[in-house]
T-cell receptor, first 112, second 114 residues
Framework: SQQGEEDPQALSIQEGENATMNCSYKTSINNLQWYRQNSGRGLVHLILIRSNEREKHSGRLRVTLDTSKKSSSLLITASRAADTASYFCATDWTYNTDKLIFGTGTRLQVFP | DGGITQSPKYLFRKEGQNVTLSCEQNLNHDAMYWYRQDPGQGLRLIYYSQIVNDFQKGDIAEGYSVSREKKESFPLTVTSAQKNPTAFYLC?????????????FGPGTRLTVL
């Protein structure tokens, strides 16, 4: 089964609002990554957070990681219509760092 | 212009036919991956390779085959043994086979079995 599950499955907001997406996973990890996918396109890497980090920022993105709850959140501040996309978390396993396991994704729609 | 390319963008196949999807990268990456994505789903790993002439099965390898004869190329063959091949196929590469490496994705190939 997939390691990561994103919540919510879909999110609709107005431009300027903040968007928060959550990812829960099942086993201990070393790294967690967030990716973005525009409709019908490949994925683009957004940010990586390691298991010993609690928070990371990149531009308008803020990622948190709570290893005790096995969860991560991605916050997009001051959203824009161009942020409309699907967002996926991807994790490894502590005992297998060769590959990533992707969640089911959150579809974000930002209305102008 | 560095990147990862996939061809064709759209592919139609009749049942019972094998078909090969192309993936090329000029990023000098060691590791390459093939994923399958179904509507509303995440990505599932089909095969991955960390070096030329070496590859490993992912989570859903049945009905698929790959080769890695050159560092820059990792073609995927969808065989007639794959029961439900209609899907969006994504190829990716990373500098090393390690989960702390960012993966770079191609634009994808949408395969439809008629």
């Amino acid at each position: 089964s997939q390691q990561g599950e994103e919540d919510p499955q879909a999110l609709s907001i107005q431009e300027g609002e903040n968007a928060t997406m959550n990812c829960s996973y099942k086993t201990s990890i070393n790294n967690l990554q967030w990716y973005r996918q525009n409709s019908g396109r490949g994925l683009v890497h957004l940010i990586l957070i390691r298991s010993n980090e609690r928070e990371k920022h990149s531009g308008r993105l803020r990622v948190t990681l709570d290893t005790s709850k096995k969860s991560s959140s991605l916050l997009i501040t001051a959203s824009r219509a161009a942020d409309t996309a699907s967002y996926f978390c991807a994790t490894d396993w502590t005992y297998n760092t060769d590959k990533l396991i992707f969640g089911t994704g959150t579809r974000l729609q930002v209305f102008p | 212009d560095g990147g990862i390319t996939q061809s064709p963008k759209y592919l139609f196949r009749k049942e019972g036919q094998n078909v090969t999807l192309s993936c090329e990268q000029n990023l000098n990456h060691d590791a390459m991956y093939w994923y399958r994505q179904d509507p509303g789903q995440g990505l599932r790993l089909i095969y991955y390779s960390q070096i030329v002439n070496d590859f490993q099965k992912g989570d859903i390898a049945e009905g698929y085959s790959v080769s890695r004869e050159k560092k820059e190329s990792f073609p995927l063959t969808v065989t007639s043994a794959q029961k439900n091949p209609t899907a969006f196929y994504l190829c990716a590469s990373s500098a090393r086979l390690a989960s702390n490496n960012e993966q770079f994705f191609g634009p994808g190939t949408r395969l439809t079995v008629l």
